[in-house]
């Protein structure tokens, strides 16, 4: 099973930016997925999750308002609409299979990455 994220690039702050991520193989409706962010010298900080169903998300408080995860488990995809984007919101976003069906906001709960896809928010 493989993660390929795509959507990412150069955009000003205050448009918007569809992220998606593909899964291969047959398992992807089993599972909750997230979306995580790592900036230049910094750590990998959770963005955001959803259930295996869609039926629950959480969000970290900073996207809370301008970020919705969503998946459509017929496609194997789940995408991460970036709205009103942000300077700091410049990072390379990761998508993640959590090891639940629930998941959570901490990456060791993740088992499976995708390579990361380059957003860049200009002021």
């Known amino acids: 099973v493989q993660l390929q994220a795509s959507g990412g690039g150069l955009v000003q702050a205050g448009t918007s930016l569809r992220l998606s991520c593909i899964a291969s193989?047959?398992?992807?409706?089993?599972?909750?997925m997230g979306w995580f962010r790592q900036a230049p010298g910094e750590e990998r900080e959770f963005v955001a999750a959803i259930t295996w169903n869609g039926g629950s998300t959480i969000y970290e408080d900073s996207v809370k308002e301008r970020f919705i995860i969503s998946r459509d488990n017929a496609k194997n995809t789940v995408y991460l609409q970036m709205n009103s984007l942000k300077p700091g919101d410049t990072a390379v976003y990761y998508c993640?299979?959590?090891?639940?069906?629930?998941?959570?906001?901490?990456?060791?709960?993740?088992?499976?990455w995708g390579q990361g896809t380059l957003v860049t928010v200009s002021s």
């Open positions: 993640a299979r959590s090891k639940w069906s629930m998941p959570k906001s901490i990456s060791i709960e993740y088992d499976l």
């Open positions: 193989g047959r398992t992807f409706s089993l599972y909750g």
